[in-house]
């Protein structure tokens, strides 16, 4: 309960290590690194002049979470089944590859210095349908279970949370969808 409340006012928490997800994330490890030796798979997931591999349902995980027979288990799972959102989708895996971060396809500069001052500040699951046309929310999410599959360098920030900032959405979100509905 103590960390529903935390999760619920923060936005985030960190857990400690725990060996049984230390195993699923080698295993999620080994299995993106066997995928990126396809050519295809990979160029089909690069943009940023090839510096960001987006990974979007780049694993084939169960809707359990569970990866080639590992179960996707630790200390935040009673945290997650209190939201009752199974199944879970398809694991997202997001690589950073030497020279990142450079401008998308067809980014414009402003939205590019955005990205860059902003640690890529976005709403998982509001969708641009065309490039920089406008966003809309098609798929919705509960939570970002956001898990590291490799050692990270010290200043490096595999993820960034922006802590009380969904608050600020769901307001945004009320207010918008009720506007649209009168």
């Known amino acids: 309960m103590q960390q529903l409340n935390e999760f619920e006012r923060k936005g985030w928490i960190k857990f400690e ?5 230390e195993h699923w994330a080698k295993t999620a490890n080994s299995e993106i690194n066997l995928k990126l030796r396809n ?12 510096t960001w591999f987006v990974g ?3 694993l084939e995980n169960d809707p359990d979470g569970s990866l080639n027979g590992v179960r996707l288990r630790g200390p935040f799972k009673s945290l997650m089944e209190s939201y009752k ?8 895996v997001s690589i950073i590859f030497q020279g990142y971060p450079k401008p998308r396809g067809q980014e414009s500069q402003s939205s590019f210095n ?3 001052k902003r640690d890529a500040a976005h709403v998982d ?3 641009a349908e065309t490039p920089g046309g406008p966003r809309r929310l098609k798929e919705p999410h509960a939570y970002v279970l956001g898990i590291p599959i490799n050692q990270a ?10 802590e009380g900032s969904h608050h600020l959405m769901s307001s945004a979100f009320k207010r918008f969808f009720f506007k649209s509905k009168s």
Do not use: Y
């Open 85 to 92: 959102t199974h199944p879970l989708h398809l694991a997202q």
């Open 39 to 50: 050519k295809e798979f990979l160029q089909n997931g690069l943009t940023c002049q090839g």
């Open 114 to 116: 955005f990205r860059l």
């Open 17 to 21: 290590f725990d060996q049984h997800l």
């Open 153 to 162: 360098p010290e200043n490096a920030s595999p993820m960034v949370v922006w």
């Open 125 to 127: 699951g509001l969708i």
């Open 56 to 58: 979007v349902e780049a």
